[in-house]
């Protein structure tokens, strides 16, 4: 395998790792209870807003020179005010998820050795410290980590498949709830989300900017297929029984898949926030480490405490809440980079203001109703 192929590679699995991380637990949960369609229709409709918004800001990468996250650029281009939000969506965000991913990966391996979830907790605080010093590796352990879980992914997707495919019942996957028809946007939303990547795939691409187009496209379509086999296979074969962490359903092997995906999302996102602290924020090293990697730890341990929020509830929230507005910022953000940006870029979007303002109505929308019913 040439250069270039192995670093398209790499930046195919940073994007795909990403966006496959909890949400693939928590997909199967809200479409059984929605319906598969409704819950389809979800998964291909936010994708290929996800996939124009990842486009999007693509280029404003490639239209900027230097290293930035996505602070950074919300500054260059939005202001200060602009930056408030993005760095508000991000922590958010990456909390939320690293959040679930200590939830999900700790109950994972709860009921894998012990049958139950007693033991959560403990485990959580431990691959929590085992998280962080891979982050404290930085990018040599994400290229590493990230190749190696993406393959794990798709490896145990297949065994899925044969397992379970001739196990559907059609039955399962042609009922319709109305009364859950909004429920699948959060979770599916977050599922999706894989802007924080973007910049890191940048750094990976060096002089092969080029692929960046080619490695956006093909990840987020690869992404949404996976999640719409994924709910076909598990909601055709568990229909309303699903549970919210879909992989305990299955067996020891495919919990193991939950596992991997949302340990490559954790490295991946948790080294974007330990960068964007760094690059845009001029935190020093360790200081950044300890935001990124300890203090979600911490949070864990409140909220298992409480016992208020669910797994896919965090999901929803967290993806709807920072998604829609990061989403939101980045078609602001577009428009500015073609005007003020000092690189020419590898590719070019063309904006439509119509198109634009209805995809934000709809995230501010989805916004307003996961807080309203968070705070029911």
Not at 39 to 66: D, P, Q, S, W
Not at 161 to 166: A, P, Q, V
Not at 352 to 376: D, H, K, P, Q, T
């Amino acid at each position: 395998m040439d250069a270039k192929n192995k670093t398209f590679l790499a930046g195919i699995s940073i994007l795909i790792g990403t966006a496959i991380g909890a949400g693939v637990l928590g997909i199967p949960y809200v479409v059984a209870k929605s319906g598969f369609l409704i819950g389809v229709i979800h998964i291909l409709l936010i994708g290929a807003i996800i996939l124009l918004a990842n486009l999007y800001l693509g280029e404003i990468v490639l239209r900027t020179k230097g290293k930035h996250q996505l602070g950074g650029y919300a500054k260059k281009y939005l202001g200060k005010t602009g930056s408030f939000f993005m760095s508000f969506a991000i922590f958010f965000s990456v909390y939320s998820a690293i959040l679930a991913y200590l939830i999900g990966i700790s109950e994972s391996f709860s009921f894998l050795f012990f049958s139950n979830f007693n033991y959560s907790i403990l485990i959580g605080i431990l691959f929590g410290i085992f998280m962080s010093y891979l982050l404290w590796r930085g990018l040599k352990a994400l290229k590493t980590f990230e190749k190696f879980g993406v393959s794990a992914i798709f490896l145990l997707f297949i065994l899925i498949t044969i397992f379970f495919s001739k196990k559907i019942s059609f039955a399962n996957l042609t009922a319709i709830n109305t009364n859950f028809l909004f429920l699948p946007f959060g979770v599916v939303l977050f599922a999706l989300l894989s802007f924080f990547a973007i910049p890191e795939i940048n750094l990976v691409l060096k002089k092969d900017k080029i692929l960046m187009k080619k490695i956006l496209v093909f990840g987020t379509l690869i992404t949404i297929l996976f999640y719409v086999l994924f709910a076909f296979v598990v909601v055709g074969f568990k229909g309303i029984e699903t549970p919210e962490i879909a992989t305990i359903a299955l067996g020891p092997i495919f919990i193991f898949l939950g596992i991997f995906t949302m340990f490559t999302s954790y490295l991946a996102l948790g080294n974007s926030l330990k960068d964007h602290l760094i690059y845009d924020f001029k935190f020093k090293k360790i200081n950044a480490w300890l935001l990124s990697s300890l203090i979600p730890i911490f949070i864990f341990l409140l909220v298992k405490m409480s016992k208020y929020f669910t797994f896919t509830k965090i999901l929803s929230i967290g993806g709807a809440v920072s998604g829609g507005l990061v989403a939101v910022l980045i078609f602001l953000m577009v428009k500015k980079a073609k005007i003020k940006g000092n690189r020419k870029p590898e590719y070019k979007i063309p904006v439509n203001w119509f198109i634009i303002i209805l995809l934000s109505l709809i995230f501010a929308a989805g916004i307003v109703r996961e807080i309203f019913v968070a705070v029911r």
